[in-house]
C-alpha cells in the first residue's frame, strides 16, 4: 500500500446471504477468531462482487492500532474468474492510485 511505511498481505473475510454480502479486511497473521466487526457492505451479482465501506489505516498499513484509529473509505470491486479467483481493484480515499489485485479463496479446515 501506498502512504504506509510497511504494509502486507491482507485477507478479506466475505459473509454472504443471497447477494448480500458484509466483509472485513484484516492482516493476514490476525487470528482467525479476530472479532473484527464487518465494515464493508456490498452485493454479489452477474458474476461480480462490489464493497464498500470503511477500514483503519492500521489494518491496511499493518501498524499497531492508536488509539483514534483514522478510518479510509475502500470501495472495492471484483470480477469472478477461473478456479473460484477473482481480479479486481481497491480504491482507497486519500491514495490516488486504485489499486489492483487478484483474490484466491481460502480452504475452509
Not at 488509539?67 to 480504491?91: E, R, Y
Amino acid at each position: 500500500m501506498p502512504n504506509c511505511e510497511k504494509s502486507d498481505t491482507l485477507t478479506l473475510n466475505i459473509q454472504q446471504s443471497g447477494i448480500y454480502l458484509n466483509a472485513s479486511v484484516l492482516p493476514t497473521n490476525a487470528n482467525a477468531d479476530t472479532d473484527e466487526k464487518h465494515s464493508l457492505a456490498g452485493i454479489f451479482r452477474n458474476q461480480q462482487l462490489n464493497l464498500s465501506g470503511k477500514v483503519g489505516k492500521s489494518i491496511l498499513c499493518n501498524i499497531p492500532r492508536p488509539q483514534n484509529d483514522p478510518l479510509n473509505s475502500v470501495t472495492i470491486q471484483m470480477q469472478l474468474v477461473d478456479k473460484g479467483n477473482m481480479t479486481g481493484q481497491l480504491t482507497v480515499n486519500g491514495i490516488p492510485q486504485t489499486l489492483k489485485f487478484t483474490a484466491v479463496p481460502q480452504k475452509a479446515n
